[in-house]
């Protein structure tokens, strides 16, 4: 197996942008994740993949909660700041954030956010699987315009346009 098509091939799967945070010790942690999946509707669980170089990682594990917060369009510079290990103390600065039940950071205007207390944790060589039960959720937004994540860059989902032809 080619490790380089692998990852070429990857870059074509279009995928939503969540951001991954929780507390630990006092202290709010986050990151950009693109492999995120629901698993089951009962219990409610979302699968949620980690590297393990992550800055976040070992508090998820030591935490063993997490909020998924699903980035509308309007989130790029949140993605960003959160994906930058530039100024990482100050990631939650800006943008409202409030707990829901957790106590894990839920970010108030993103689409969605799932609060969540992991029920099992897989490691699986550069990455870790959590397996995370749903206990809250919060639908913030009316609107649903997600942020995607496609070839290495941010994007933005077009609505289809439909072209109706007119006959004579």
Request: hydrophobic share 45%.
């Amino acid at each position: 197996m080619n490790k380089d098509h692998f990852k070429l091939g990857m870059r074509r799967l279009a995928a939503g942008v969540s951001l991954i945070t929780t507390s630990n010790g006092g202290q709010r942690h986050g990151l950009v994740a693109t492999a995120v999946n629901s698993v089951t509707a009962d219990p409610p669980t979302l699968l949620v993949c980690i590297n393990k170089n992550a800055s976040a990682h070992a508090h998820v594990e030591e935490a063993g909660i997490l909020c998924v917060n699903i980035l509308a369009d309007a989130h790029e510079d949140v993605a960003a700041r959160f994906s930058s290990s530039v100024d990482r103390e100050k990631r939650f600065d800006h943008g409202e954030w409030k707990n829901i039940v957790t106590g894990a950071p839920a970010l108030v205007n993103s689409l969605v956010s799932f609060d969540c207390e992991v029920r099992q944790v897989v490691p699986y060589q550069s990455h870790t699987i959590f397996l995370a039960e749903i206990v809250g959720v919060e639908l913030w937004a009316e609107g649903i315009s997600p942020l995607l994540y496609l070839d290495g860059a941010y994007r933005l989902l077009a609505e289809k346009q439909q072209v109706f032809s007119v006959a004579s």
